[in-house]
Every structure is written in C-alpha cells, then in structure tokens.
C-alpha cells in the first residue's frame, strides 16, 4: 500500500508523531512524509491511506490543515486517517473536540472513507503563556504546575500511542 503523511507544524510537536507515524507506517509499506503546503489535494489519489495531521489554534483546526481538508475531493479511493496536537489542558476540551468533528464532518459529507483521528497533548508556546495564562485566570504557582504537566509532549509514551494508531488503521 501507498501512504502519505501530510501535516502542518508551527512549533514542532506534530511534526514530532508525524515521524513517528511514518515510521510504523514504512515498516510495512511505501510511505512517504509532506508539509501541508507541499500537497495537492486532488494529487492524494495516488495513496492508498493519507494521515493528515495539525495543531489546534484559536479553538479550532489550524488554518493550512482546514485549509486542505476544505479542499478535498469527494468520493476519493483512499482512506483518510488524522492525528491531532493540542494543549488542551491549557485551553479548552471543546477545542480539540470541535476539529475532529471538524474532519469526521468533512469525511461524512464527501464521501471520504475515514480511520479516525489521534490526538494527543502538545506544548504550549512559551510566545502565548502569559496570554493564556490570563484567559483562564491561574495563579502563577497553577500555571506553573499546568506547564511542568504540559511541557514534556509529546512524549515517548505518545508516539508509542501513535504507532499503535497506525497499526490500528493499517489492520486488515
Ligand atoms: C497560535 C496558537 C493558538 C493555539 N490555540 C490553541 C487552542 O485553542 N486550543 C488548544 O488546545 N491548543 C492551542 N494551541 C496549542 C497547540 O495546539 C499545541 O501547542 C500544538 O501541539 C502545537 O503544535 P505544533 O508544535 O505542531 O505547531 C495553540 C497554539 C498556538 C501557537
């Protein structure tokens, strides 16, 4: 099988399991990695499975990732499969829940086969801390816990998570 890894990464932490995904993915099959802005919707025909993958902002999909999936054609031969980084923990639960929905929307509405979507915990900017940290009114000593959690991912433990997803919708 033909797969593509297609993902958008301002600060690195998705870039980090879409290596991971290419990986287990290349111990089977052809796999091949690409930025978002490198992919031509309508040229992802040529793949089997396509993972797209790309941060949460602003309480929604990243721009360059809502941006592809806006764009894809229905009805395409291959199965789509996402992956998700977010800070949720810093932010809102409904953020990341609101851009899968997102992506299973689009799926149901184009006729697109869809494996589901990994998600996992990001770290945060340290460009946004202050800003956040305000929004959600924490001390400096809460904040300070919240970054200490946040901060390590994605983890060893999250790629791992990610691989397994990988085998899930590789499975025959
Ligand atoms: C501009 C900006 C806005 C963000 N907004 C949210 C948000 O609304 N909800 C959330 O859970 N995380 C938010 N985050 C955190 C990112 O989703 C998280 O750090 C993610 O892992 C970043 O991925 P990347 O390193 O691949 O860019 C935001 C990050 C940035 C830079």
Redesign the pocket.
């Known amino acids: 099988m033909k797969i593509l890894v297609a993902y958008f990464?301002?600060?690195?932490?998705?870039?980090k399991i879409a290596k991971a995904i290419l990986e287990e993915a290349s111990l089977s099959h052809e796999a091949a990695m690409r930025k978002i802005e490198e992919v031509d919707p309508g040229g992802l025909s040529d793949y089997d499975i396509v993972f797209l993958g790309g941060?949460?902002?602003?309480?929604g999909l990243a721009a360059p990732l809502k941006g592809l999936l806006d764009q894809l054609p229905a009805s395409p031969s291959y199965v789509l499969a996402a992956f998700i980084?977010?800070?949720?923990e810093a932010?809102r639960r409904e953020?990341?829940e609101k851009g899968i929905s997102y992506i299973e929307n689009i799926a149901r509405d184009r006729g697109i086969r869809y494996g589901g979507c990994f998600d996992c915990t990001?770290?945060?900017?340290p460009a946004?801390w202050s800003m956040v940290q305000k929004m959600q009114k924490l001390s400096d000593k809460e904040w300070e816990e919240l970054m200490a959690r946040v901060g390590p991912h994605p983890d060893a433990e999250d790629e791992k998570n990610a691989r397994a997803f990988v085998r899930k919708v590789l499975a025959p």
């Open positions: 990464s301002q600060t690195g932490n998705t870039e941060p949460i902002h602003g309480g980084t977010h800070a949720a932010y953020n990341f990001g770290k945060l900017d946004l």
